[in-house]
């Protein structure tokens, strides 16, 4: 058995370093991480027409989601009921139904098993190909244009699970009339554990000064304007957001003389249309944060459009895909310069990507020692400390850009669900109390509609 208590210690701000190496703690997570939280699965975008369909992943278990007829959606596993063959082996497309090119079972858009070759003469008058449809995804949400799935009966809905973490999502995908839609799309694999790349979105804002200060300074053409306090000393103002089921995000506060990571004609373009955005949002919400959050376990979102997901392929591998979302009403010039843009940063011959991936890459491989794997990390950045609805801010922040509390929260809720702690009690240990503001009680999020997927 896995004693979590003695591998995550938020109150010392500590983290065993074998989580990100262990097989077994791989295996265990496979069991109690992913198949119990909300996971992004596509967006409505990519599923234009009845019949069109996404490849996409719930932990290592590939999954098929698919518009249906009536233009709602279905998801479910991708794996033959007969030998376990994928029943589709494109990434995406459009199609009247799905064959297993092993021994060819079909299968409906809606996952049903509709032909067997031989049924008559081989099968039998006893077999009965209902019992024998595709494994569905029995909860799937949408928000905004985004579909969440969850195999746990149990798990709180989309719109608690989200919380307040909808809030900061909504300044990033509901800022103009239409939404957004996307116009491109990586993939790539980096040998290195998958909690590397969601820990960063989620907390650290402070890697970007240090990882990242080649790749400003080239994009500046070296002409940064670096913030300065009294006496010359840096000076980074923002923010970092944390909520109960381990979403987080940071970002600094910014002007047009510091550097961030928006696409300079999407900034234009929104000046030009402040007065809608402001009608939409409201004039505190009409500020673009400049920073990136996640909503665990794994998908992230970057002020430049950039919005991914990470799957794990391993203890010490992970495949990233990235999209370039764009807003769907912006001009297509607007929508092209984020596009180059993104491919320039985030993508995976992007600089700043590369810079990250370099990181998690080299941590990976010096996990290879046990000396390495023996020790335990440190997040000691907790000088400020979190508060409740603090300044305009829903739910728990820390008024400081470098902090450690939404890592440390989002490890908390990780052990939480590792140690196989039911729902009930998750919810009951992380609401929020008068003395405790490492978690908050999640807020009911607007525009999310329920399909029916039994």
């Known amino acids: 058995m896995i004693d979590m208590a003695k591998l995550i210690d938020p109150a010392a701000g500590t983290v065993a370093a074998g989580i990100f190496a262990d097989e077994q703690i791989y295996q265990r997570e496979l069991e109690q991480v992913w198949p119990r939280v909300w996971v992004f699965l596509a967006h409505d975008c990519m599923l234009p027409k009845p019949g069109s369909y996404l490849q996409n992943y719930i932990g290592e278990d590939p999954i098929l989601v698919v518009r249906q007829k009536d233009g709602s959606v279905k998801a479910f596993l991708n794996q033959c009921r007969h030998r376990g063959m994928r029943i589709c082996r494109a990434d995406a497309g459009t199609a009247k139904a799905f064959m297993c090119s092993f021994h060819g079972w079909t299968y409906g858009t809606d996952g049903q098993l509709i032909n067997v070759p031989h049924e008559d003469s081989a099968y039998g008058p006893g077999f009965d190909r209902s019992r024998f449809g595709a494994v569905m995804v029995p909860r799937l949400r949408n928000y905004k244009g985004f579909w969440f799935g969850c195999w746990d009966k149990d798990a709180p809905d989309l719109v608690e699970y989200l919380g307040d973490a909808a809030w900061y999502l909504d300044g990033y995908v509901d800022r103009w009339e239409g939404g957004v839609e996307a116009v491109a799309v990586h993939k790539w694999v980096l040998s290195a554990n998958w909690k590397f790349n969601v820990e960063q979105p989620t907390s650290d804002m402070q890697h970007a000064e240090i990882t990242h200060v080649s790749a400003v300074y080239a994009m500046a053409n070296g002409e940064v304007v670096v913030p300065t306090g009294p006496e010359g000393v840096l000076e980074l103002k923002g923010r970092q957001y944390f909520t109960p089921f381990g979403h987080g995000g940071a970002w600094l506060d910014t002007d047009e003389s510091t550097p961030g990571f928006e696409t300079p004609e999407l900034i ?76 320039r940063t985030f993508s995976p011959g992007g600089m700043f990507e590369q810079d990250d991936a370099e990181n998690w890459h080299e941590m990976q491989h010096i996990l290879r020692g046990s000396k390495a794997r023996a020790q335990r990390f ?28 939404a890592a440390l929260n989002m490890y908390d809720f990780y052990a939480d669900l590792m140690s196989g702690m039911d729902w009930d009690d998750i919810k009951a240990k992380r609401a929020v109390s008068p003395d405790k503001t490492s978690c908050v009680q999640g807020r009911p999020a607007d525009e999310v509609r329920e399909q029916g997927t039994a």
């Open 378 to 405: 440190s997040y000691p950045m907790r000088n400020v400390a979190p508060a409740v609805d603090q300044d305009g801010y829903p739910g728990a922040t820390t008024a400081h850009p470098f902090s450690d509390n």
């Open 268 to 343: 234009a373009w929104e000046k030009a249309n402040k007065d809608a955005i402001v009608e939409r949002r409201g004039s505190f919400r009409s500020i673009r944060p400049a920073g990136h959050s996640n909503i665990f376990p794994n998908f992230m979102y970057l002020g430049n459009g950039t919005m991914r997901v990470t799957h794990p392929r391993g203890p010490g591998e992970m495949e990233i895909w990235a999209w370039t979302f764009v807003p769907k009403a912006a001009p297509s010039e607007v929508k092209e310069a984020m596009r180059i843009d993104v491919m």
